[in-house]
């Protein structure tokens, strides 16, 4: 009897398999992170398909449930076309289908964390602001997998207000009195984490990301031996230009 299912899901990367197959690893809303071979995946035609970012529609097909088993895919979203001509948004796009890769076990489901992609991938390729989106996705991340920041409260004081230090120890808030004298040893939260504010200025966004990469390194990558995927330093290098830029101005 063979293994079948149909699902939602997002490209995260695709790769050559023999002269004509390519192997997918996506992200689908119930089946988690999941490979399949794409027959005939290097064709011209399916080439466009299978871009990092796309939304698609799967079946999978195998044996036996722990085989690689085959995709069938038809096109959703073409995201990946519409953010090609902009390096900051493709990179954008880029480092979180990396991220995804990276820091999501195999075929696990995570069924927020699909459907906050969906949504930071909107922001991606529509709304200006969109890295604040990415690293609220991020945070997402880690809150899903059992590692989430406390932001709700000073980890000193038990204050609701003026938070804005993160303790990498602990990961939980730290607010301006208490935390002052032990500034140079805690990490700033931006307050676009709090609601403070939608958006974040650049600089906001940077320490931002340091935080997410922090806590996702130390917890998540760091145990398995894993790296930070190299996206997401690049995204980060493109970042600090964008900043460098925006103070300029």
Not at 85 to 108: F, H, I, K, N, Y
Not at 201 to 221: K, S
Request: some cysteine; glycine content about 10%.
């Amino acid at each position: 009897m063979q293994m079948e299912w149909v699902d939602d899901a997002i490209i995260l990367s695709a790769r050559r398999h023999g002269e004509r197959g390519v192997i997918v690893d996506a992200l689908t809303r119930s089946h988690g992170r999941h490979a399949g071979l794409v027959r005939y995946g290097a064709s011209k035609q399916m080439r466009g398909v299978l871009e990092p970012g796309n939304e698609v529609s799967v079946k999978w097909r195998a044996r036996l449930s722990e085989h690689l088993g085959n995709y069938s895919v038809e096109p959703v979203r073409a995201r990946a076309a519409a953010v090609m001509r902009d390096p900051l948004r493709l990179a954008g796009l880029t480092s979180a289908c990396a991220v995804a890769q990276q820091v999501l076990p195999e075929r696990e489901p995570h069924g927020p964390v699909f459907d906050g992609m969906r949504v930071m991938l909107d922001a991606i390729e529509h709304i200006e602001m969109w890295p604040a989106a990415l690293v609220r996705w991020e945070l997402g991340v880690l809150e899903e997998l059992g590692f989430g920041l406390d932001l709700s409260k000073c980890a000193a004081t038990g204050a609701i207000d003026d938070l804005i230090y993160v303790s990498p120890r602990t990961g939980r808030a730290v607010s301006r009195v208490p935390g002052l004298p032990y500034h140079e040893r805690l990490m700033p939260l931006p307050g676009f984490l709090l609601g403070a504010q939608m958006q974040g200025q650049p600089t906001d966004i940077l320490a931002g990301l340091d935080l997410t990469g922090f806590f996702m390194a130390r917890h998540v990558l760091e145990p398995h031996g894993k790296p930070m995927p190299a996206a997401r330093s690049r995204l980060c290098e493109r970042l600090k230009i964008w900043c460098e830029e925006a103070v300029l101005v």
